[in-house]
Each structure stands twice: as C-alpha cells, then as structure tokens.
C-alpha cells in the first residue's frame, strides 16, 4: 500500500520517525511535508499537501503531523473524501480505521511520542473498515459512513 504522509516543522521529528518505521514494515511513502526541521512548512500548508494527493488517488490514506495533530485534521477534514482523525491513543488510532473508516490519522509531536507514534501508524495502517463484525455491525457502520458522505455532499459545494 502506498501512504502520504507530511508535518509541518513542529511535527517534523515525529513525522520522521514514523515514516522510517511504516518504510520498515513495507509500505511505499511519499513525504510532502518539511524536508528538514528547520523548514518553515506551516501546519496548513502540509495538511494541504496531503490532502491533496489523497483527493487526486495516488494513495488510499495518509498520516499528517503538527504539534498536537488538530491543526493538521481541520485542514484535511475541508477536502471532499478526506476523513482525518486527531489521535492521541493506539486504541483510537486502531478504531478510527476500523470503525469510522478515516483515511487521513492526524498526530501531534508535543503530545506523542516516537514510539507511540510508530505502533499507532502500524495498528491504524493494519485495520481495515469494519473488520471482523458481524453482519449487523458492519450494515451499521456502512449506514453510518454513507450519512457523513451524505453530509459531506450537501455542505461541500
């Protein structure tokens, strides 16, 4: 699977970290974030960057850094089809890919650690939507993603 991933400068070392790890596990990355910590990339700019490349289909998800990963998500969240999620746990990182079917995880630098940051990557890039439910859960879940979609449509013109 292919990934994008960017950070702006507050996010750079923990973008950096993560991107060598999910490299280690297999997955093909395209940075388009800070090349280098000292760059001024803004939170904005990076996010946008991302979002972008997930709108056009080059790559089906997408992990976007800042200092506390909220900046990064409301930026996503703006373009049709990106579904970002500001994560702070393994747990919820895990269940934003299989329950809510989010394609952007959103992390911040100043509230999680390299390590951290890593294993969520790996567990949230690992789940698929719906996953292992049962019938009913999985109509539900569908239900529930295709009234955001619905949502999405009336407010994004």
Request: aromatic share 8%; net charge negative; glycine share 10%.
């Amino acid at each position: 699977m292919n990934v994008v991933i960017a950070s702006d400068f507050s996010g750079f070392r923990l973008k950096e970290a993560v991107k060598a790890h999910i490299i280690a596990l297999g997955y093909e990355v395209e940075d388009v974030g800070a090349q280098k910590e000292e760059d001024a990339t803004l939170y904005f700019e990076a996010s946008e960057n991302l979002a972008r490349v997930i709108r056009e289909g080059r790559v089906e998800r997408g992990i976007v850094i800042c200092g506390t990963g909220a900046g990064v998500s409301m930026i996503a969240n703006k373009f049709r089809g990106v579904y970002a999620v500001a994560c702070e746990s393994v747990y919820t990182a895990e269940k934003t890919s299989l329950i809510n079917n989010a394609n952007v995880l959103a992390m911040g630098e100043k509230v999680v650690s390299f390590s951290m940051g890593a294993e969520m990557a790996e567990r949230w890039l690992e789940g698929r939507w719906c996953q292992g439910f049962e019938e009913q859960r999985r109509r539900n879940n569908e239900r529930g993603f295709g009234k955001l979609q619905e949502i999405e449509s009336e407010n994004f013109k």
